[in-house]
Protein backbone atom coordinates (compact mmCIF):
# COMPACT_ATOMS: atom_id res chain seq x y z
CA UNK A 1 0.00 0.00 0.00
CA UNK A 2 1.12 3.80 -0.52
CA UNK A 3 1.95 5.67 2.27
CA UNK A 4 0.78 8.73 0.97
CA UNK A 5 -2.91 9.97 -0.27
CA UNK A 6 -4.63 12.56 -1.86
CA UNK A 7 -6.91 14.83 0.44
CA UNK A 8 -9.51 17.63 0.13
CA UNK A 9 -9.09 20.95 2.73
CA UNK A 10 -12.11 23.62 2.44
CA UNK A 11 -10.01 26.65 3.42
CA UNK A 12 -12.97 29.25 2.90
CA UNK A 13 -13.20 31.92 -0.09
CA UNK A 14 -15.13 28.77 -2.26
CA UNK A 15 -12.18 27.07 -3.35
CA UNK A 16 -11.08 23.53 -2.44
CA UNK A 17 -7.03 22.78 -2.14
CA UNK A 18 -5.65 19.39 -2.90
CA UNK A 19 -2.97 17.75 -0.54
CA UNK A 20 -0.45 14.35 -0.31
CA UNK A 21 -1.13 13.56 3.48
CA UNK A 22 0.37 10.72 5.64
CA UNK A 23 -2.54 7.19 5.06
CA UNK A 24 -2.97 7.01 8.76
CA UNK A 25 -3.08 3.87 11.11
CA UNK A 26 -5.75 2.38 13.00
CA UNK A 27 -5.26 2.96 16.92
CA UNK A 28 -7.35 0.84 19.61
CA UNK A 29 -10.75 0.50 18.42
CA UNK A 30 -10.55 2.10 15.17
CA UNK A 31 -10.27 1.10 11.75
CA UNK A 32 -8.91 2.52 8.24
CA UNK A 33 -11.40 2.64 5.51
CA UNK A 34 -11.17 2.38 1.81
CA UNK A 35 -13.46 5.65 0.88
CA UNK A 36 -15.37 4.39 -1.91
CA UNK A 37 -18.20 7.27 -1.99
CA UNK A 38 -18.22 10.24 -0.08
CA UNK A 39 -21.25 12.53 -0.69
CA UNK A 40 -21.28 16.69 -0.38
CA UNK A 41 -23.74 18.20 2.15
CA UNK A 42 -25.07 21.45 1.72
CA UNK A 43 -24.02 22.00 5.39
CA UNK A 44 -20.55 21.89 3.69
CA UNK A 45 -21.50 24.73 1.49
CA UNK A 46 -22.92 27.01 3.57
CA UNK A 47 -20.80 26.65 6.99
CA UNK A 48 -17.57 26.41 5.72
CA UNK A 49 -16.76 25.86 1.95
CA UNK A 50 -17.98 29.46 0.69
CA UNK A 51 -16.64 31.11 4.33
CA UNK A 52 -15.87 29.26 8.07
CA UNK A 53 -19.23 30.27 9.66
CA UNK A 54 -19.62 27.94 11.84
CA UNK A 55 -19.45 27.62 15.72
CA UNK A 56 -19.16 25.25 18.21
CA UNK A 57 -20.22 21.67 16.69
CA UNK A 58 -20.20 23.31 12.99
CA UNK A 59 -16.75 25.30 14.07
CA UNK A 60 -14.50 23.04 11.26
CA UNK A 61 -10.76 22.97 12.52
CA UNK A 62 -9.14 22.60 9.00
CA UNK A 63 -9.55 19.00 8.86
CA UNK A 64 -9.78 16.61 5.80
CA UNK A 65 -13.16 17.64 4.96
CA UNK A 66 -16.53 15.22 3.70
CA UNK A 67 -18.81 13.98 6.24
CA UNK A 68 -20.79 11.87 4.73
CA UNK A 69 -18.22 9.19 3.83
CA UNK A 70 -18.81 5.03 3.04
CA UNK A 71 -16.48 2.60 1.98
CA UNK A 72 -14.70 -0.54 2.59
CA UNK A 73 -12.02 -1.99 6.09
CA UNK A 74 -8.85 -2.63 4.78
CA UNK A 75 -7.10 -2.45 8.36
CA UNK A 76 -7.91 -2.98 11.65
CA UNK A 77 -6.38 -1.50 15.52
CA UNK A 78 -6.69 -3.78 18.59
CA UNK A 79 -9.63 -3.82 20.54
CA UNK A 80 -12.56 -4.41 17.87
CA UNK A 81 -15.76 -5.89 19.13
CA UNK A 82 -18.03 -6.06 16.03
CA UNK A 83 -16.42 -5.10 12.68
CA UNK A 84 -13.77 -6.62 10.64
CA UNK A 85 -11.25 -6.26 7.72
CA UNK A 86 -13.52 -6.17 4.23
CA UNK A 87 -16.81 -5.24 5.80
CA UNK A 88 -18.78 -2.38 4.11
CA UNK A 89 -19.36 -0.03 6.63
CA UNK A 90 -20.73 3.85 6.92
CA UNK A 91 -19.32 6.56 8.99
CA UNK A 92 -22.44 8.25 11.40
CA UNK A 93 -20.92 11.53 10.93
CA UNK A 94 -20.03 12.24 14.88
CA UNK A 95 -17.98 10.90 17.20
CA UNK A 96 -18.84 11.16 20.77
CA UNK A 97 -17.96 10.19 24.40
CA UNK A 98 -20.11 7.44 24.22
CA UNK A 99 -20.79 7.88 27.85
CA UNK A 100 -22.98 11.14 28.30
CA UNK A 101 -27.16 10.80 27.73
CA UNK A 102 -27.48 11.89 24.48
CA UNK A 103 -24.21 9.52 23.12
CA UNK A 104 -25.92 6.54 24.87
CA UNK A 105 -29.34 8.12 23.55
CA UNK A 106 -27.28 7.33 19.99
CA UNK A 107 -27.36 10.94 19.24
CA UNK A 108 -23.73 11.46 18.61
CA UNK A 109 -24.70 14.46 16.96
CA UNK A 110 -25.40 15.97 20.70
CA UNK A 111 -22.78 14.63 22.54
CA UNK A 112 -22.18 17.24 25.66
CA UNK A 113 -18.62 16.66 25.85
CA UNK A 114 -16.65 19.23 24.25
CA UNK A 115 -13.30 17.11 24.37
CA UNK A 116 -14.03 13.91 22.67
CA UNK A 117 -17.19 15.31 20.63
CA UNK A 118 -15.49 15.76 17.08
CA UNK A 119 -17.38 15.41 13.92
CA UNK A 120 -15.94 13.97 10.59
CA UNK A 121 -15.12 16.31 8.26
CA UNK A 122 -15.05 19.05 10.85
CA UNK A 123 -13.24 18.55 13.89
CA UNK A 124 -11.58 15.40 12.59
CA UNK A 125 -10.09 14.06 9.00
CA UNK A 126 -13.37 13.24 6.76
CA UNK A 127 -14.37 11.37 4.05
CA UNK A 128 -12.52 13.33 1.35
CA UNK A 129 -9.64 11.52 0.71
CA UNK A 130 -8.12 8.04 -0.55
CA UNK A 131 -8.43 6.51 3.28
CA UNK A 132 -9.57 7.77 6.36
CA UNK A 133 -9.54 6.41 10.25
CA UNK A 134 -12.91 5.75 11.97
CA UNK A 135 -13.95 4.48 15.77
CA UNK A 136 -15.93 1.22 15.64
CA UNK A 137 -18.30 2.41 17.90
CA UNK A 138 -19.15 5.10 14.90
CA UNK A 139 -19.86 2.11 12.01
CA UNK A 140 -22.70 1.25 10.49
CA UNK A 141 -22.68 -2.06 8.44
CA UNK A 142 -23.87 -1.43 4.59
CA UNK A 143 -25.94 -4.14 3.86
CA UNK A 144 -24.50 -6.40 0.24
CA UNK A 145 -27.57 -5.23 -1.80
CA UNK A 146 -27.10 -1.11 -0.91
CA UNK A 147 -24.12 0.61 -3.07
CA UNK A 148 -21.27 2.55 -1.50
CA UNK A 149 -23.05 5.65 -2.81
CA UNK A 150 -26.44 4.45 -1.30
CA UNK A 151 -24.24 4.19 2.31
CA UNK A 152 -22.78 7.79 1.96
CA UNK A 153 -26.35 8.95 1.35
CA UNK A 154 -27.51 7.70 4.26
CA UNK A 155 -24.78 8.94 6.58
CA UNK A 156 -26.11 12.40 6.59
CA UNK A 157 -29.13 13.39 4.34
CA UNK A 158 -30.88 10.31 4.53
CA UNK A 159 -30.26 9.67 8.33
CA UNK A 160 -31.57 13.22 8.74
CA UNK A 161 -34.73 13.30 6.81
CA UNK A 162 -35.40 10.08 8.05
CA UNK A 163 -35.17 11.13 11.56
CA UNK A 164 -37.53 14.43 10.66
CA UNK A 165 -40.04 12.12 8.86
CA UNK A 166 -40.47 9.26 11.72
CA UNK A 167 -41.07 12.28 14.21
CA UNK A 168 -43.70 13.72 12.74
CA UNK A 169 -44.98 10.01 11.53
CA UNK A 170 -45.71 9.63 7.96
CA UNK A 171 -48.53 6.72 7.05
CA UNK A 172 -51.14 6.22 3.64
CA UNK A 173 -52.96 9.03 5.62
CA UNK A 174 -51.02 11.51 4.58
CA UNK A 175 -51.21 14.18 1.46
CA UNK A 176 -47.15 15.14 2.21
CA UNK A 177 -45.95 18.74 1.51
CA UNK A 178 -42.17 19.11 1.14
CA UNK A 179 -40.55 22.39 0.86
CA UNK A 180 -37.21 22.74 -0.88
CA UNK A 181 -36.27 20.43 -3.06
CA UNK A 182 -32.35 20.32 -2.12
CA UNK A 183 -31.25 16.84 -1.49
CA UNK A 184 -32.83 16.87 1.69
CA UNK A 185 -35.82 17.67 0.08
CA UNK A 186 -35.47 15.21 -2.80
CA UNK A 187 -34.37 12.31 -0.01
CA UNK A 188 -38.27 13.54 1.91
CA UNK A 189 -40.09 12.39 -1.17
CA UNK A 190 -38.50 9.53 -1.71
CA UNK A 191 -38.93 8.60 1.89
CA UNK A 192 -42.28 9.35 2.14
CA UNK A 193 -43.29 8.11 -0.50
CA UNK A 194 -41.62 4.67 0.67
CA UNK A 195 -43.53 5.61 3.90
CA UNK A 196 -47.02 4.97 2.12
CA UNK A 197 -47.56 8.75 1.38
CA UNK A 198 -50.64 8.84 -0.53
CA UNK A 199 -49.59 12.15 -2.45
CA UNK A 200 -46.42 13.73 -2.05
CA UNK A 201 -46.99 18.08 -3.32
CA UNK A 202 -43.15 19.72 -3.72
CA UNK A 203 -41.60 23.06 -3.99
CA UNK A 204 -38.71 24.64 -4.69
CA UNK A 205 -37.69 28.29 -6.22
CA UNK A 206 -35.31 26.74 -8.76
CA UNK A 207 -36.94 25.42 -11.74
CA UNK A 208 -34.35 22.89 -12.40
CA UNK A 209 -35.33 20.69 -8.69
CA UNK A 210 -38.58 20.88 -9.92
CA UNK A 211 -38.08 19.57 -13.07
CA UNK A 212 -35.64 16.96 -11.19
CA UNK A 213 -38.22 15.72 -8.62
CA UNK A 214 -41.10 15.49 -10.94
CA UNK A 215 -38.26 13.19 -13.78
CA UNK A 216 -37.57 11.48 -11.18
CA UNK A 217 -41.02 10.54 -9.88
CA UNK A 218 -40.49 11.64 -6.33
CA UNK A 219 -43.33 14.15 -5.89
CA UNK A 220 -46.47 13.67 -7.63
CA UNK A 221 -46.88 17.62 -8.08
CA UNK A 222 -43.84 19.78 -7.85
CA UNK A 223 -43.86 23.49 -8.54
CA UNK A 224 -41.65 26.64 -8.41
CA UNK A 225 -42.93 28.89 -5.47
CA UNK A 226 -44.36 32.02 -5.82
CA UNK A 227 -47.33 34.19 -4.32
CA UNK A 228 -49.92 31.00 -5.12
CA UNK A 229 -48.12 28.62 -3.36
CA UNK A 230 -50.27 28.15 -0.56
CA UNK A 231 -53.47 28.62 -2.83
CA UNK A 232 -52.03 25.24 -4.94
CA UNK A 233 -51.76 22.96 -1.99
CA UNK A 234 -55.21 24.29 -0.95
CA UNK A 235 -56.61 22.83 -4.59
CA UNK A 236 -54.81 19.90 -4.26
CA UNK A 237 -55.90 18.47 -0.74
CA UNK A 238 -59.71 19.56 -1.32
CA UNK A 239 -59.23 22.71 0.72
CA UNK A 240 -57.57 21.27 3.96
CA UNK A 241 -53.75 21.62 3.41
CA UNK A 242 -51.28 18.30 3.93
CA UNK A 243 -51.77 16.33 7.26
CA UNK A 244 -47.87 16.43 7.23
CA UNK A 245 -44.99 19.20 6.29
CA UNK A 246 -41.24 18.98 5.95
CA UNK A 247 -39.26 22.09 6.00
CA UNK A 248 -36.38 21.44 3.73
CA UNK A 249 -35.50 25.23 2.59
CA UNK A 250 -34.26 26.78 5.64
CA UNK A 251 -35.97 30.02 4.47
CA UNK A 252 -38.52 32.15 6.58
CA UNK A 253 -41.02 31.98 3.49
CA UNK A 254 -40.56 28.34 2.84
CA UNK A 255 -41.05 27.55 6.57
CA UNK A 256 -44.11 29.87 6.40
CA UNK A 257 -45.61 27.77 3.42
CA UNK A 258 -44.99 24.44 5.36
CA UNK A 259 -46.37 25.28 8.26
CA UNK A 260 -49.64 27.40 6.39
CA UNK A 261 -49.92 24.23 4.06
CA UNK A 262 -50.21 21.86 6.72
CA UNK A 263 -53.90 21.41 7.66
CA UNK A 264 -55.85 21.46 10.98
CA UNK A 265 -54.50 18.96 13.54
CA UNK A 266 -51.09 18.09 11.45
CA UNK A 267 -47.64 17.74 12.50
CA UNK A 268 -44.99 19.64 10.47
CA UNK A 269 -41.20 19.51 10.83
CA UNK A 270 -38.21 22.04 9.99
CA UNK A 271 -35.16 19.82 8.89
CA UNK A 272 -33.70 22.93 6.94
CA UNK A 273 -31.14 24.97 8.63
CA UNK A 274 -30.15 28.18 9.10
CA UNK A 275 -31.88 31.55 8.56
CA UNK A 276 -35.14 32.45 10.11
CA UNK A 277 -39.27 32.30 10.24
CA UNK A 278 -42.21 34.56 11.36
CA UNK A 279 -45.18 33.06 12.30
CA UNK A 280 -48.56 34.41 13.80
CA UNK A 281 -48.95 32.06 16.42
CA UNK A 282 -52.46 32.41 16.80
CA UNK A 283 -53.63 31.65 13.20
CA UNK A 284 -51.04 29.49 12.24
CA UNK A 285 -50.33 27.15 14.79
CA UNK A 286 -52.61 27.62 18.15
CA UNK A 287 -55.85 27.95 16.55
CA UNK A 288 -55.70 25.03 14.13
CA UNK A 289 -54.29 22.79 16.84
CA UNK A 290 -50.98 22.31 14.70
CA UNK A 291 -47.27 20.81 15.94
CA UNK A 292 -43.90 21.91 14.62
CA UNK A 293 -41.36 19.57 15.69
CA UNK A 294 -37.30 20.01 15.04
CA UNK A 295 -34.90 17.91 14.01
CA UNK A 296 -31.25 17.59 13.64
CA UNK A 297 -29.46 14.40 12.01
CA UNK A 298 -30.28 11.21 13.65
CA UNK A 299 -29.39 8.29 16.03
CA UNK A 300 -26.89 5.64 15.12
CA UNK A 301 -29.76 3.03 16.16
CA UNK A 302 -32.39 4.89 13.57
CA UNK A 303 -29.58 4.82 10.63
CA UNK A 304 -29.19 1.09 11.16
CA UNK A 305 -32.93 0.94 10.88
CA UNK A 306 -33.14 2.64 7.68
CA UNK A 307 -30.37 1.14 5.68
CA UNK A 308 -32.63 -2.37 6.65
CA UNK A 309 -35.63 -0.32 5.41
CA UNK A 310 -34.00 0.28 1.98
CA UNK A 311 -33.31 -2.84 1.51
CA UNK A 312 -36.93 -4.27 1.94
CA UNK A 313 -38.26 -1.63 0.41
CA UNK A 314 -35.70 -1.73 -2.71
CA UNK A 315 -35.66 1.86 -2.71
CA UNK A 316 -31.44 3.37 -3.58
CA UNK A 317 -30.49 6.78 -2.40
CA UNK A 318 -28.00 7.05 -4.99
CA UNK A 319 -30.55 7.74 -7.52
CA UNK A 320 -30.33 11.14 -6.32
CA UNK A 321 -26.96 11.43 -6.88
CA UNK A 322 -26.61 13.84 -10.31
CA UNK A 323 -23.02 14.04 -10.96
CA UNK A 324 -20.06 12.11 -9.60
CA UNK A 325 -16.36 13.49 -9.99
CA UNK A 326 -13.28 11.88 -9.06
CA UNK A 327 -11.00 13.84 -5.60
CA UNK A 328 -8.66 15.25 -8.19
CA UNK A 329 -11.87 17.16 -9.75
CA UNK A 330 -13.44 18.10 -6.24
CA UNK A 331 -13.11 22.06 -7.03
CA UNK A 332 -15.86 21.26 -9.69
CA UNK A 333 -17.65 19.29 -7.77
CA UNK A 334 -17.63 21.40 -4.94
CA UNK A 335 -18.46 24.27 -7.38
CA UNK A 336 -21.42 22.62 -8.57
CA UNK A 337 -22.86 21.94 -5.43
CA UNK A 338 -22.67 25.91 -4.38
CA UNK A 339 -24.86 27.03 -7.49
CA UNK A 340 -27.16 24.46 -6.96
CA UNK A 341 -28.44 23.54 -10.33
CA UNK A 342 -27.64 19.88 -9.15
CA UNK A 343 -29.61 17.23 -7.50
CA UNK A 344 -26.61 15.07 -5.02
CA UNK A 345 -22.84 15.45 -5.42
CA UNK A 346 -20.73 12.58 -4.95
CA UNK A 347 -16.54 12.23 -4.97
CA UNK A 348 -16.22 8.26 -6.04
CA UNK A 349 -13.69 5.89 -5.69
CA UNK A 350 -13.14 2.48 -8.09
CA UNK A 351 -16.35 0.70 -8.48
CA UNK A 352 -18.12 3.31 -7.65
CA UNK A 353 -16.51 5.48 -10.46
CA UNK A 354 -19.45 5.33 -13.28
ZN1 LIG B 1 -24.39 16.69 6.25
ZN1 LIG C 1 -21.20 12.13 24.53
Known sequence: MNKKMLAAYLPGNSTVELKEVDIPAP??????????????????????YREHLGKGPEAY???????????????????????????????????????CNDCRRGYMISCSNTKYRRAY??????GMAEYMLAEEKDLVALPDSL??????????????????LEKIGISGDDAVLVVGLGPVGLASCMLAKA??????????????????ALSKGLADYAFVSGADSLDKVHELT?????????DCSGNTYGRQLAVRGTREWGKCVFIGEGGTVELNPSPDMLHPQKTIYGSWVTSIWRMEVLVEH????????????????????????YKLMSEGKCGKVAIVYDEEIK
Open 27 to 48: GYGEVLIKTKSSTICGSDIRAI
Open 61 to 99: QNKICGHEPCGQIVQCGPGLRRFKEGDRVIVYHISGCGV
Open 121 to 126: GWQRDG
Open 147 to 164: TYTDGAQVACGFGTTYEG
Open 195 to 212: LGAEKIIAFDTVQSRVDL
Open 238 to 246: GGFGCERAV
Open 310 to 333: LVRWGIHPEDLVTNRFQLKDATQA
